[in-house]
């Protein structure tokens, strides 16, 4: 069983369109991110929720919106589309509270290509 | 936000070398350090969790300096299968929410 799953893999796009990327991790997690890994592979926290409540919310457009309908599940939101929005987005999960440390563990990640 | 530094790499190996990383942290108040590695076109992956005595795990072994606030991660007998990007991470707070990743270090080893 995959234990971080987003859907879809791929996603191309013309600029100013309206996607979403979804999200869903069966290890009974509490904490769900969003990462950004741009062309230059550095990786860029966006959101991290915990317990569907957002904990970390990074100098991000606010054309990005993520929504957590519940623990296990973490979606990713974009508006108005851009071209410097072409990125592979990681969603992640990991274990939370004292007694760390904690591991985190990836999605396959979605490549998102705007045109 | 504060950085998490590494080497800039690429480093370029033959198999059987041995090849160090370094990678520096400038929040003092970091509570726990791990390196992942990440393949071409896959997920980021756990390599190892680094603790304050140092840890080693086969032909790895990682390093935490707090007071210089450094990592280092030696891998000995490099295999092909090593050839990755290493990502040095730092969780800066004490509920395991909040990491910041290193850039990563690109390692080829090469036959």
């Known amino acids: 069983d995959t234990a971080v799953s987003q859907t879809p893999k791929y996603l191309v796009t013309q600029m100013g369109n309206d996607k979403s990327i979804k999200c869903e991790q069966n290890?009974?997690?509490?904490?769900m991110y969003w990462y950004k890994q741009d062309s230059k592979k550095f990786l860029k926290i966006m959101f991290s929720?915990?317990?569907?409540?957002?904990?970390i919310n990074e100098t991000v457009p606010n054309r990005f919106s993520p929504k957590s309908p519940d623990k296990a599940h973490l979606n990713l939101h974009i508006n108005s589309l851009e071209l410097g929005d072409s990125a592979v987005y990681f969603c992640a999960s990991s274990p939370s509270g004292t007694g760390g440390p904690y591991e985190q563990y990836f999605g396959p990640g979605t490549r998102l290509t705007v045109t | 936000r504060k950085e998490v530094e590494q080497d800039p790499g690429p480093f370029n190996v033959p198999e059987g070398a041995t090849v160090a990383f370094n990678c520096t942290y400038s929040?003092?108040?970091?509570?726990?350090f791990f390196w992942y590695r990440q393949d071409c076109r896959k997920e980021p992956k756990l390599l190892m969790s680094v603790y304050s005595s140092g840890n080693e795990d086969g032909r790895f072994t990682a390093q935490l300096n707090r007071a210089s606030q450094y990592i280092s991660l030696l891998i000995r007998d490099s295999k092909l299968s090593d050839s990755a990007t290493y990502l040095c991470v730092v969780n800066e707070d004490n509920y395991g929410q909040n990491f910041v990743f290193g850039p990563g270090t690109r390692l080829s080893v090469l036959p």
């Open positions: 290890l009974g997690h509490d904490t």
């Open positions: 929720y915990n317990n569907k409540e957002l904990i």
């Open positions: 929040n003092s108040a970091s509570q726990s």
